[in-house]
């Protein structure tokens, strides 16, 4: 297997050997009519307004061309999160020999096999794919609404960036094997011997022949354009040579700051010319071959070379500030803030502080990364040597998730009420989606979302337990700019408590009409049991009190008064006690009920004797009356 080693170096092989000059068979423009017409694009709409300029240049919200700047320093006034992870990837199947474009919405990249791809920066949902009809090593640039895609067959692609819809193309004669560039509304294409400015309109401004190969990526400064080829650096402008300069090492990289051209080559030297006039301003070697291409902030260059050495270097003096071992092999682009530079050696992105050179942190790879680094405000893109393309990004927060009760435990049988506490932050989570799945018992409701405060409310119904048994109660909370967090809870189901109603009468045996007081003890393991709710009924009688609550003793008083009868009767007192750890249990008393004593049943009789001897007088009484009337008459 063949590791990439020199972009630049490798990309051109490939051209030689797969293309040649079949970008002139006049064919070609034929099948890009039908490209034109059948290409599909599988896009969705974003609701965002587009960019207003055609290409961003210093500004933190966009990465629009390789090295993000025309003077191609890799610096970004963006911020960079501080411990990244990988938030997605993406295949396209083949190498990619691009650094990957961004308008901050979505990301772009271009492979090998010329599939060009959109994806949502935020959860790396594929919005569109595009292919071009040759190979791609050529990063693409975005302008207007627009991303621009050159080919190596010579093609340029305007491609409509939210819904990947080809808006036009055209053929520039020459393949397109270097990095692209956008200035002042104009494109720059380098590849082969030539190198061509176009409008945004797609229409050819002038093309430039070098007679030699270029050997990479054009820059933009002062107005002119910069190139190389293997061993001469050229200032051009309008397309036409202004100032020419002989390297007698081959060029690996160009860039340009503080009225300087930087030129870095294969043995280890770097080269500041006057951007002006081309002369010498210094030259510092550093003895191992350059490949990476330098990237410039604030009065320094940064240079890592094939070793793993980084070198600061004051850009106007060509002195060393420090340098810092990495301990990887560095062949691609790096990429840097105010603050850090990150570079990616060998399977490691290290970001390292750009004031002292102090390595902050590494983050290491299963993959060799290649292409070099592009970042957006809060995340970094990086490729690597087998197709896939990553996006880091700080770590998405966890939800806060508590439960009250904290400790649950219940018995068997029994319910619990459950109250599922979710939290942004210190913030309740209000409308949070909850899914929820439990080991053993059932649950009242499984799916649903958080209240006002942030809680989910749920009942709980215990398995049989002859033995304590623990149960997971599993939740996913889904919230905005959260990650879904899983939390597992464990439920202890106990087996039921001996629960024991102990009733006792002050007399067992009443006669009717006369009371009693009733004391009932509920027991838990032999325990008094609090706070139990108690029901009391009776065959027959009444009671003073039908329900209540035991005190703090497990105590539950009460009156009975029996009924009268005349023969003795049988009756049969119930209690129901409930408590929060145990379902109903209940118990009954039996008392005996007899007639009233003899003495009151005698005042009785006479009472009734005397009433009705009453009644026969005045019956008596009456019939007198009525015939002493009659005898009258």
Not at 400 to 408: D, E, G, H, N
Request: hydrophobic fraction near 40%; aromatic fraction near 10%; glycine fraction near 6%.
């Amino acid at each position: 297997m063949v590791v990439i080693a020199i972009h630049h170096q490798m990309s051109q092989s490939i051209h030689r050997e797969m293309h040649g000059k079949f970008w002139r068979h006049f064919v070609l423009m034929s099948a890009l009519l039908l490209l034109s017409i059948s290409n599909s694009a599988i896009a969705a709409q974003p609701d965002m307004a587009p960019h207003d300029i055609q290409y961003v240049r210093d500004g933190a919200d966009a990465w629009s061309m390789y090295m993000h700047t025309p003077e191609r320093t890799g610096f970004i006034d963006a911020s960079i999160p501080a411990t990244p992870v990988i938030k997605w990837n993406a295949s396209g199947n083949a190498i990619a020999l691009c650094s990957m474009v961004s308008d901050g919405r979505y990301a772009y990249i271009a492979w090998l096999s010329g599939n060009v791809s959109a994806f949502l920066v935020e959860s790396g949902i594929r919005v569109w794919t595009f292919q071009t009809s040759s190979s791609i090593s050529s990063t693409p640039v975005i302008v207007d609404d627009y991303l621009v895609v050159g080919d190596t067959g010579g093609t340029v692609y305007f491609i409509e960036r939210y819904s990947g819809s080809l808006s036009r193309f055209v053929n520039i004669g020459h393949a397109i094997d270097q990095h692209m560039l956008c200035i002042e509304g104009k494109i720059v294409l380098a590849g082969e011997t030539q190198m061509t400015e176009i409008n945004t309109s797609g229409e050819i401004i002038n093309t430039t022949d070098f007679g030699e190969r270029i050997a990479v990526p054009p820059a933009a400064y002062l107005g002119y354009i910069y190139i190389a080829t293997t061993n001469k650096v050229f200032s051009v402008l309008n397309g036409c040579v202004v100032w020419t300069r002989n390297i007698s090492e081959s060029i690996t990289a160009l860039m340009c700051s503080n009225n300087k051209v930087i030129i870095t080559t294969d043995t280890g030297t770097v080269f500041a010319l006057d951007a002006r006039s081309g002369a010498s301003v210094w030259k510092l070697d550093t003895g191992c071959p350059i490949y990476a291409p330098p990237c410039y902030y604030n009065g320094a260059l940064f240079i890592t070379v094939q070793n793993g050495t980084l070198y600061s270097i004051s850009i106007n003096e060509g002195t060393e500030y420090w340098n810092t071992t990495l301990g990887a092999e560095c062949m691609h682009a790096s990429g840097m803030n105010r603050d850090t530079l990150i570079v990616p050696a060998g399977n490691t992105l290290f970001f390292v502080a750009q004031r002292t050179g102090q390595i902050i942190r590494n983050l290491s790879f299963d993959f060799t990364l290649i292409s070099g680094v592009s970042i957006v405000s809060g995340y970094i893109f990086v490729q690597d040597n087998t197709g896939n393309a990553y996006c880091l990004a700080a770590p998405v927060p966890e939800l806060k998730i508590a439960t009250y009760p904290s400790s649950m435990v219940v018995y068997e049988r029994y319910q619990l009420r459950i109250s599922l506490l979710v939290y942004a932050g210190t913030i309740p989570a209000v409308n949070a989606t909850i899914m929820l799945a439990v080991s053993i018992g059932s649950l009242s409701v499984y799916t649903g979302n958080t209240d006002p405060n942030g809680a989910f409310n749920v009942v709980y119904t215990a398995p049989p337990a002859s033995k304590p048994v623990n149960v997971t109660l599993s939740l996913i909370a889904s919230y905005p700019n959260y990650q879904n967090t899983t939390k597992n809870f464990t439920i202890t189901v106990l087996p039921s408590p001996k629960i024991t109603l102990v009733m006792q009468a002050k007399n067992t045996t009443l006669e009717g009409g006369t009371s009693t007081e009733i004391t009932l003890i509920v027991y838990r393991d032999q325990t008094p049991v609090a706070n139990a709710r108690v029901y009391i009924s009776t065959s027959a009688g009444s009671t003073d009190i039908s329900e209540g609550f035991t005190d703090k003793n497990g105590t539950f008083q009460f009156t009975y008064t029996a009924p009268n009868v005349n023969n003795e009767t049988l009756v049969v007192l119930t209690a129901r006690a409930y408590g929060t750890m145990f379902l109903e249990k209940s118990c009954a008393l039996e008392l005996r009920v007899v007639p009233a004593s003899n003495a009151e049943h005698f005042s009785t009789m006479v009472n009734t004797v005397l009433l009705a001897l009453i009644l026969i007088l005045v019956v008596l009484f009456g019939m007198m009356h009525l015939k002493m009337r009659g005898t009258l008459k």
